[in-house]
């Protein structure tokens, strides 16, 4: 954008402070908007009937059984939200170092698509491994490493289950080189043609996650003894973007859009802004970003001890999202957020 100075439009004749005078000018003035639609709602599941589960490191999240999830879809349907994000939580004993349990007829996650069957909201499913590996990692050990082709061959397993389950979205979040290539050509080939892929383009190692893993119970980086038992790396940066590099991020971007990803996303969200500004600049495809578990708790905890008013702030960091060229945030926040962006309409 130019600016062209011109003496003819300088204070005292141009006063930008006109158009701040009243709310009416304020909303009339604003260059975005938040609604409910912008939003996806992250649910974790868990085993059980009528059961929830507090999840500690993130206060008023829960842990749901999969008979509790139709409501949540009416919820939904009620707010506005258009999408659910499902995320698995795998008993122990059901966890391997194979992730074998991902693509088992009748597992967890098959049982949440089932029980969400034509709820009328679209329903992503995450493919990833570490919800079911016994290391905690998104793809397959071998020798000390994350093996990247054998991560492919399980990954499709799982992804044609999630498929088969009906899924109406499908989100690789291991950041597998190639896996987007390595799914269209599987899905297409098994008839899924149609079914849209969520990239999880520019995921970083970040340790705003820590949340996420305590409400996945999934081993905790560099401290798992499971991890060092099974020679796995301590953590997941050889595989997940450094913080330090944005071209790299629009790089992994434009490899998922070439191979086929129909959306991508940018994880987390806050600390990376910036990486969503350029990749609406360079790419025309539907960019979500995803406010992660840290920045949720953050928030919720500095509410809690009164330092902070969350309604206040969590609408400020949603609208952030979208001015820097978000089409959608996938929020923890999703449900309050969109009764309290409704109650403002």
Known sequence: MTFIASA???YPKTRLRRLRSSDALLRL????????ADLV????VCEGHNRREPVVAMRGIERLTTDLLPACAEQALQLGIPALALFPVV??????ADAREAWRKGNLMSCALEALQGCGVA??????LDPYTTHGH???VNGGRVDNEASLVALGKQALALADGGADLLAPSDMMDGRIASLRELLDA??????????YA?????????????ALKIAPEGRASATRAEGAPRDKRGYQLGCANGDEALWEIALDLQEGADMVIVKPALPYLDIVRRAKEAFAAPLLCYHVSGEYAALAAAAAAGILDERACLLEQLLCCKRAGASAVITYYAPRAAEWINEGL
């Open 29 to 36: 003035c604003a260059e975005h908007r938040l609604s409910a």
């Open 123 to 128: 329903v992503l499913a995450d493919v990833a």
């Open 91 to 96: 008993a122990q004993e059901s966890k391997s």
């Open 138 to 140: 998104d793809g397959i």
């Open 190 to 199: 098994q008839g899924f043609e149609t079914l849209p892929l969520v990239s």
């Open 8 to 10: 003819t439009r300088a």
């Open 41 to 44: 709602w992250p649910i974790f």
């Open 202 to 214: 520019a995921k970083f190692a970040s340790h705003f996650y820590a949340p996420f893993r305590e």
